[in-house]
């Protein structure tokens, strides 16, 4: 059974920081993409911060310079390092892990974490 847990998230005010983690279980950890998605209220899900099996990362122009995305294989662990917070990064923050095959492409989703930017 795969199981995706995030947490960390919290309420903060702007300028501060947080640290989520995504812990996985049930999958070839090293084998997969991780990525930090998130969500507000009306609006599609948005890709935050990627990194790959091999460690390249990617990030969506906003967060550039602010969010650190990282995995630790032998905890099975992705994080998402936020500083510099700002109100118009109040979201649901959900972990994603994806497997890319010839064929096919598996997703699987955290159940998210609610971070609130605000004084």
Do not use: H
């Amino acid at each position: 059974q795969v199981q995706l847990v995030d947490s960390g998230g919290g309420l903060v005010q702007p300028g501060g920081s947080l640290r989520l983690s995504c812990a996985a279980s049930g999958i070839i950890f090293s084998g997969y993409g991780m990525g930090w998605y998130r969500q507000t209220s009306g609006k599609q899900r948005e890709l935050v911060a990627t990194i790959s099996s091999g460690g390249s990362t990617n990030y969506v122009d906003s967060v550039k310079g602010r969010f650190t995305i990282s995995r630790d294989n032998a905890k099975n662990t992705v994080y998402l390092e936020m500083n510099s917070l700002k109100p118009e990064d109040t979201a649901v923050y959900y972990c994603n892990a994806n497997w890319k095959g010839l064929l096919n492409t598996i997703n699987y989703w955290g159940q998210g974490t609610q971070v609130t930017v605000s004084s």
